[in-house]
């Protein structure tokens, strides 16, 4: 009865061979079936590219805001005062001037189509809507405070930001926009530096500032132009990055006849003074900038000045040594009187023979909030000379 225990099964030769007949002819199948598949799935996703590619948003709006935002924002009440109908502002609930009021940013929810016809702007009207948001309301003399007039603007930018990345705008009309973008948020990171976070963050603003730049050069790099506001671009990017290597790099990667323009030659040399750790040479270059440059590197001033008041605390660090106010004056591009409140700020002492006594044991630095960034804009503000926002913008000088 138990005669199979133990027993071994051999199959034979033909079975075994009908067997691996089998599995080849299953392994053939399946591997038939996944090509089929891999196939399938890659017509798919070759047609869905294509879709994406080819399915540009058909845009209709031809006002700077959209009839039902408009609506919409009037029936809740929130219009902003540079949108309102003059007169209405008191009502209980203000009515939307057509030609004032401009699409806010809305963050992209769920379920929400943001390619609607009637919701988008055409390249002509984004530019449009920019050219008022400098003209009349950034570059408004009657406008006041100008960190209401900046976030008001920088709400409506991100607007036609977002309608330019929902179209895949690019070509002219896109760097058009996005230089007035750039100049705009170079010159408040100067106008609006030293006021408080809650109504100005510099690094917000700075975000902004790089992604716009970026994608600047992108354009640049990618469109078949002539652009000629390129040099003036690729000198702002390297001023305001100082020191940084992508942006040092950039530079050395342009073409030999942006690189060999006076103003990227200027960038270059001021970007190397800073590398070098020499303060005295870039102050100096720095005179040579105009408004607009000076901005960019503005917010670098501090650290120069900073770091030169340092090396010339050891370098002149005796007790025999005087080293006349005025000559530091010069060198670091301020008024005396700035001066004398700058060396107080960082422990230096001057006499009142306006001679100051450097020491290397008494450099101090300051509190947070001690050192108003603001009292030290002259080397900027002086180029200004009249010049207004919307000139500076438009590059009107």
Known sequence: MNHWRGARFIPSQNSS??????RRRKKERCQSESKTQEKEVEEKEEGLGKER???VPIVSCQTMCPA???????????????????????FRKPRGDPLRTVKEYSRPAAGKDVTKPSDLRPPDVLLKTVCYLIDEIAGSPSLHPWTEVYSFVFDRLRSVKQDMIIQRLSGKDC??????????????????CGEPLRIYDPRINDTHLQEYLSWLFD?????????PNQVEFQTLGLLYNLGSSPATQHVLELPERLRQTPSVKLAVAINQAFLAGNPVRLLRLAQRL?????CALHRHLVTCRRHLLLIYSHGYNSRNCRFPLDRLAQLLSLETSLTAELCQV???????????????????????????????????????RGLTVKSIIHNCS
């Open 17 to 22: 061979a009908s067997g691996g007949r089998r």
């Open 53 to 55: 590619k080819e399915t």
């Open 68 to 90: 039902q935002e408009l609506w919409d924002r009037e029936s809740q009440n929130r219009l902003h005062r540079f949108e309102m109908v003059p007169g209405t502002e008191k």
């Open 175 to 192: 760097v058009a926009i996005l230089e007035r973008t750039v100049r705009f948020h170079i010159y408040a990171s100067y106008h609006l």
């Open 219 to 227: 354009c640049y790099k990618s469109g078949s132009g002539p652009y």
């Open 290 to 294: 105009d408004f607009l440059q000076a």
């Open 346 to 384: 960082y422990g230096i002492e001057v006499n009142q023979h306006n001679q100051v006594l450097f020491s290397k044991s008494t450099f101090t630095e300051p509190e947070q909030g001690e050192l108003d960034c603001k009292l030290y804009h002259n080397m900027v503000s002086e180029k200004q």
